[in-house]
């Protein structure tokens, strides 16, 4: 692909509540060495949309989340909310604003105090934050939400979190996420750790409680087959790169990096048409402390050329809202149609 390349953001629109540019996450490792677990990711999350961050597992999603929220801060970078840049706020300024910054952890059970019931688990935000004197208010806020996730507030709220199954564990981690009635919600991999019926309910549930309480999510997973339905756009990271970001239908139909053709591959449907593809991700990811020149993922591309070894492709628009870093994309006008729930 000709040309320098250009962010994947959306200057046009003026609903813009999350604007990540340039997001770098390293640690270090010892002797000397670092950690690159994000380099330089940019993307924007309108005010009610839902962005799926996709990848294997390695490929730096939960820590591209984690610093969109400041935890912990990125090593560079910017991250704007609602027009702050939070990467600047320090002590109570950042304090004030993380109310409105919550998240849903990947195991429901581990997350949650096992000393504390359920209703001091989901009411402990509003107490700190301050409820009324008499504690009427915290009260009913803690009826209001667990009913609203589909909890009996008298039978639950008295209960500890070891007495629930997994999915109504995760369903009082929405609650927790919910109480102090925050603007954004990180949801990391809430759904891996349950059974696949049990996904499809708290998918459901995290669609409604998003129209009722006017959230806007990120939602991180290593299964492209998750986030489909619940995500408007799909972004596909690899090695602490952006790889791929798309309006979910147009992901689905037209991918056009050959990683996202690999992980729609793996998706176990019969007759998927991108089946071949998924061969491609044999092997491991190159280490994240030496990641590979170039391409980062040309040491499992089919396609990757000395151009793809020696040069960074940068992120082009290849379709309205469609951007892929490429030096070879899949570009075809014959979409595919993967049956992924």
Do not use: C, Y
């Given at each position: 692909m000709a040309g320098s390349g250009h962010a994947p953001l959306r200057d046009d629109r003026d609903d813009i509540?999350?604007?990540?540019?340039?997001?770098?996450?390293?640690?270090?490792?010892?002797?000397?060495?670092?950690?690159?677990?994000?380099?330089?990711?940019?993307?924007?999350?309108?005010?009610?949309?839902?962005?799926?961050l996709v990848g294997e597992s390695g490929s730096g999603?939960?820590?591209?989340?984690?610093?969109?929220?400041?935890?912990?801060?990125?090593?560079?970078?910017?991250?704007?909310?609602?027009?702050?840049?939070?990467?600047?706020?320090?002590?109570?300024?950042?304090?004030?604003v993380r109310p409105e910054l919550?998240?849903?952890?990947?195991?429901?059970?581990?997350?949650?105090?096992?000393?504390?019931?359920?209703?001091?688990?989901?009411?402990?935000?509003?107490?700190?934050?301050?409820?009324?004197?008499?504690?009427?208010?915290?009260?009913?806020r803690i009826n209001e939400i667990l009913e609203a996730v589909g909890l009996d507030p008298k039978i639950a709220g008295e209960r500890y979190p070891h007495e629930f199954s997994g999915g109504q564990a995760q369903r009082i981690s929405v609650a927790r996420s919910l109480v102090l009635d925050p603007k954004v919600i990180v949801c990391d991999e809430p759904v891996s750790a349950l059974d696949v019926s049990v996904q499809a309910q708290i998918l459901n549930l995290l669609e409604d409680m998003k129209e009722r309480y006017g959230l806007t999510l990120l939602f991180i997973s290593h299964d492209l087959s998750v986030v489909k339905n619940i995500s408007d756009r799909v972004a596909v990271m690899y090695l602490g790169k952006l790889c791929e970001i798309s309006p979910s239908d147009e992901l689905y139909a037209n991918p056009a990096h050959p990683y996202t053709r690999a992980l729609l591959g793996a998706i176990p449907e019969p007759d998927n048409p991108l089946a071949a593809e998924a061969e491609t991700l044999s092997g491991e990811l190159p280490s994240p402390i030496t990641p590979p020149p170039g391409c980062r993922f040309h040491t499992r591309c089919k396609y990757a050329t000395d151009k793809c070894r020696e040069d960074e492709p940068q992120m082009e628009e290849i379709r309205p809202d469609h951007f892929v870093a490429c030096w070879h994309p899949v570009i075809t006008d014959n979409p595919v149609t993967i049956k992924a729930s």
């Open positions: 509540l999350i604007r990540v540019k340039d997001l770098v996450m390293e640690f270090p490792a010892g002797g000397g060495k670092v950690v690159h677990a994000v380099s330089g990711v940019t993307f924007d999350v309108a005010e009610g949309e839902t962005l799926g999603k939960s820590t591209t989340a984690k610093a969109v929220i400041q935890l912990p801060r990125p090593t560079s970078g910017s991250v704007w909310f609602r027009g702050q840049e939070l990467t600047e706020l320090k002590g109570e300024a950042l304090r004030k919550q998240m849903i952890f990947q195991d429901p059970i581990s997350s949650l105090n096992p000393r504390r019931k359920v209703s001091d688990v989901v009411g402990e935000g509003i107490r700190v934050w301050g409820g009324s004197t008499d504690g009427q208010f915290t009260e009913a």
